[in-house]
């Protein structure tokens, strides 16, 4: 018994290794497909950093990276306090957005009479510049937390449910004919064909929206806060510290990587059968 014991455990410890070393190739070939990325990246920030004694360029107009990263150091509590509320107006502005959009596209792209009248409506505010309605907002609303997730709920709503509306009324014809050849009831077709047939597209919806979610929220800290990362980066500009300022941009660029890295993660979770999907791989 001890020796079947002793077998079992390394047959598993033999397990673990292999599977970690499996692992370990696929990071490192993932690695290896990124290189022209990390190099770019690190090339670019390290020519920023020495261009500035090259062309003797004057820190209060454009500071060195090694600048930013320790002045920002010395305001770090403050930084992460102002990405924490900037990343709340972000997120629940748009999440509201996908929450109303989605169902509000599909009953859109089966109506009619909504094709008619709301769908034209939502085009010509989708050519509407959002910051106009930014001070409206704020000077119904305050300075609060509502008036910003308005506005990101504004800037990501349109392009969800505009795609949404195009996802779901754009099923093939033959597809839609050999659906109910089969003899599936209307949910059943929905839940096994349309919707799956509609994810890819809705993603473009998705993703374009995350991409400028994290720009409505500080377009409308610009306008009026008195707190988060466009009420921050506006204040250090108006004190001439670009050093803080670009870790403010920074910050909010990461900031929107993350929303845009999520939302790709789930689609690849959603839909690994797109040929999107499969190319990737």
Known sequence: ????????????????????????????AKLGRSWPFLAFFVGFFLFWQYSIDWFGIPAYILPKPSEIVVKSA?????????????????????????????????????????RRTIYPFFVSIEMTPKIAFAPLFISWLGFGLLPKVIIVFL??????????????????????????ATGAGPLR???????????????????YAAINATVGATIAEFIGSDQGLGFYIQ???GNMRPDLAFAGIFLLTLLGLTLFGIVTLIERLAVPWHISQRRRH
Request: proline letters at 4%.
């Open 189 to 207: 077709s929905f839940l096994k064909v349309r919707l799956p047939a509609a994810m890819p597209q809705c993603f473009v919806g998705f993703k």
């Open 74 to 114: 010395a305001d770090f509590n403050r930084l992460l306090y102002y990405t924490y509320i900037t990343g709340i107006e972000t997120v629940l502005g748009y999440l509201a957005a996908v929450v109303i959009a989605v169902p509000l596209g599909l009953a859109i792209a089966f109506s009619s009479l909504l």
């Open 155 to 180: 800037v990501c709503f349109f392009p969800i449910v505009l795609n949404a509306i195009l996802a779901f009324g754009s099923l093939p014809e033959e597809l839609e004919r050999f659906v109910r």
């Open 235 to 237: 204040i250090v500009t």
């Open 1 to 28: 018994m001890a020796t079947a014991s002793f077998e079992s455990g390394a047959a598993g410890g033999s397990g673990r290794s292999q599977a970690l070393r499996a692992a370990l190739a696929r990071f490192a």
